[in-house]
């Protein structure tokens, strides 16, 4: 039970013992309350400062000689780090490409490694990207079953996904957490259910990692892949990761077989042979400066630990859940993510048919960065690692502000380009 008070906000934030890694990021404007921390995160205080060596330095300086002198390895080392935030071996995490393309890179081995079988399972709560690359990656060669979710909210009953996979799915693929709703799903318990029907599993971890404990080998997982511009921090557009559990690396093969992922690279023979372990899962040069960006991010979850951050966060998202409930739901707010704390992941979104324009109030006149998500969903993300309980009173409170003042009627429902 929280009294929703300042002073209790202020409380909260002096009893955090995770406050202080709020000092490790730019925040030039302490009235801003960043609540997009789930679509791209803050800039770390470290990362300005390794861009800054990386181009006057490293490139400016040390120019080509900086490949051997860390650049060549970095997509793996920094792998290697971001493996203990979802229960990997260094050795089965690399970055590289974006999200997508690491999608399509997996789907395609996975749908290889499972000959005569065409299907792919997935839901209507996952990104609708990952649902183009299954598309392009099936390209009309079979298909792809999309389990419907009952309520938009929460994903298939588990019975649904178990009818789903028969004899021909040869892959099931979900996000972990949905970037709707944030419903986050049993990855062990559903990938069990995959397996015992001879299907791979290939988890999208964009909006779990670095938010949600994630065990990729306790769960028995095969295949993964996950964005590090949102929780990780690492700017944006950073090169993404992907995850192939060891024993089936040397099995797999990836169809954007590119020199990156060459055994022997600067042999340059003219001939493919897949390159060792995660390696091969790799396709063309890195770019580096987004690449280095990366690693602090990664280094200040390490540091804070998953299990804290998430105690912390599901601290967060009741605390603004008993907000909405106090203030928000009387004036017309429904609750757009899971009430079960540990069915949900580290944002909730809240339903209004002014969604659209509310955002856009809070925006433009409140100093508070949500986002919108069709068809009325106030995105609202908690970062643990910098989002204080007095961001998330006053924010509510702002957009109380804007709903009870009907402030949002100035605004024409069109929308920028990005929401
Ligand atoms: C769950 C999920 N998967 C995939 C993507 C696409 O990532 P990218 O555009 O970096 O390939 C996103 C982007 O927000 C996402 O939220």
């Known amino acids: 039970m929280f009294a929703l008070t300042l002073a209790e906000a202020l409380t909260l934030d002096e009893r955090d013992d995770l406050a202080a890694f709020r000092q490790a990021f730019v925040i030039d404007d302490p009235e801003l309350i960043y609540l997009d921390g789930n679509s791209l995160g803050r800039l770390p205080r470290a990362t300005a400062a390794l861009l800054s060596d990386m181009v006057t330095r490293q490139w400016g300086q040390r120019l080509i000689r900086s490949w051997n002198e860390g650049w060549f390895t970095l997509s793996q080392r920094i792998g290697g780090k971001l493996a203990r935030l979802v229960g990997a071996q260094p050795d089965e995490v690399i970055l590289a490409d974006s999200t997508s393309v690491n999608l399509y890179k997996l789907t395609a081995a996975a749908l290889q490694a499972r000959p005569g079988r065409r299907k792919i399972v997935s839901d209507d709560l996952n990104f609708p990207s990952d649902l183009y690359i ?26 649904a996904l178990a009818d789903a996979l028969n004899e021909n799915a040869a892959l099931l693929s979900l996000s972990h957490t949905a970037f709707k709703s944030g419903y ?8 069990e259910i995959a397996h015992a029907a001879g299907a791979l599993t290939l988890w999208d971890l964009s909006h779990s990692v670095g938010a949600v404990p994630i065990d990729l080998n306790g769960s028995g997982v095969d295949l993964a892949v996950g964005c590090t511009y949102k929780y990780l921090n690492g700017g944006p557009g950073a090169p993404a990761f992907l995850y192939v559990r060891r024993d ?12 990156f992922g060459q055994r022997n690279q600067f042999a340059l023979g003219l001939h493919y042979e897949a390159g060792a372990g995660i390696t091969r899962f790799l396709t063309g040069t890195p770019p580096l400066l987004s690449l280095a960006a990366v690693e602090p991010g990664v280094d200040l979850l390490v540091d804070a630990g998953i299990s804290r951050l998430r105690a912390k966060s599901i601290q967060q998202t009741e605390y603004l859940i008993a907000l909405w409930q106090a203030w928000l739901q009387p004036l017309g707010f429904s609750l ?34 949500p986002d919108f998500r069709r068809p009325d969903n106030l995105r609202l993300g908690i970062a643990s690692l910098y989002t204080s309980f007095q961001d998330i009173y006053t924010a509510m409170t702002r957009l109380h502000h804007v709903v009870a003042e009907q402030l949002y009627e100035q605004y024409s429902p069109e929308m920028p380009d990005v929401t």
């Open 248 to 259: 089936l690396q040397e099995q797999l093969r990836q169809p954007i077989s590119g020199w």
């Open 184 to 191: 986050t799903y049993d990855m062990a318990a559903i990938t």
């Open 134 to 159: 299954f598309q392009g990656a099936l390209n009309h060669t079979g298909w792809l079953q999309i389990v419907p979710s009952p309520d938009g909210i929460h994903g298939p009953p588990t019975a």
């Open 336 to 369: 757009n993510s899971p009430r079960d704390a540990a069915q949900r992941g580290s944002h909730v979104s809240l339903g209004h048919p002014e969604a659209a324009r509310i955002d856009r109030a809070l925006i433009e006149q409140m100093n508070v960065l």
